[in-house]
């Protein structure tokens, strides 16, 4: 029988396969994807968005120290179970015509940004990974989770050099990821701002790719 992670793994790649339109933001995408499993056949009792989690209850998971706000993207409740889903939506920059109240509007729109600073791109995708091992450790009804990164930026999928300063952090495809998560230079403006942690086992990524639009997207998911 299907775990509650395995129904909403699939009805996320569903989505994923199934979505034709270019969405504008992170915002945007998880709506979407919340309204797409409020509606799924599997028949949740529950799709939240943006679950407040008091920070003070993970200082009681572990030796790790948390100590930020936090609010889940996408929580998932069916039969007495939580399934959290954890999203990033990395962009370069797209510009299209669009439409808006049934009228085609004359000039380009620039409908995703170009956000850049690809390295805390995927510090924040193992940030997530790390949120999500917490909540389930902290709280016995979350089994596992999910955490989702979808870009048109390929240069996510392709592997750090090893002198890089963000190589522990590198989201390419086919290999076991180190459980360290630091900086390469202590003494860099990311290291200081961004501080290393742990995740508890190597976790392997495996990319998709799909065309919307004529743009190209790379996306992956983890199952903690």
């Not at 390419?172 to 403006?189: D, Y």
């Amino acid at each position: 029988m299907a775990t509650l992670i395995d129904l909403v793994r699939n009805d996320v790649c569903a989505f994923l396969k199934s979505n034709n339109e270019l969405l504008f933001n992170e915002r945007d995408f998880q709506m979407h994807l919340a309204t797409w499993l409020r509606n799924s056949a599997n028949s949740y009792d529950d799709v939240d968005v943006e679950y407040y989690v008091p920070w003070q209850e993970l200082q009681k998971v572990g030796k790790y120290v948390w100590e930020s706000e936090l609010r889940l993207d996408i929580v998932v409740k069916k039969d007495g179970e939580y399934c959290p889903v954890e999203l990033k939506y990395k962009t370069k920059k797209v510009e299209r015509k669009i439409s808006r109240f049934d009228e085609d509007l004359t000039d380009d729109v620039v409908v995703m940004k170009n956000q850049g600073a690809q390295d805390l791109g995927m510090y924040d995708f193992w940030k997530d990974v790390r949120r999500v091992e917490l909540v389930r450790n902290r709280f016995e009804r979350v089994k596992g989770g999910l955490a989702v990164f979808v870009t048109n930026d390929g240069f996510y999928t392709k592997g750090s050099k090893e002198s890089s300063n963000n190589y522990l952090f590198n989201m390419s495809a086919g290999k076991a990821h180190s459980k360290q998560k630091l900086w390469a230079n202590p003494e860099s403006t990311c290291a200081k701002t961004h501080p290393n942690f742990e995740v508890e086992r190597e976790y392997s990524i495996e990319w998709r790719t799909r065309e919307i639009d004529k743009v190209e997207f790379y996306y992956c998911i983890v199952t903690i």
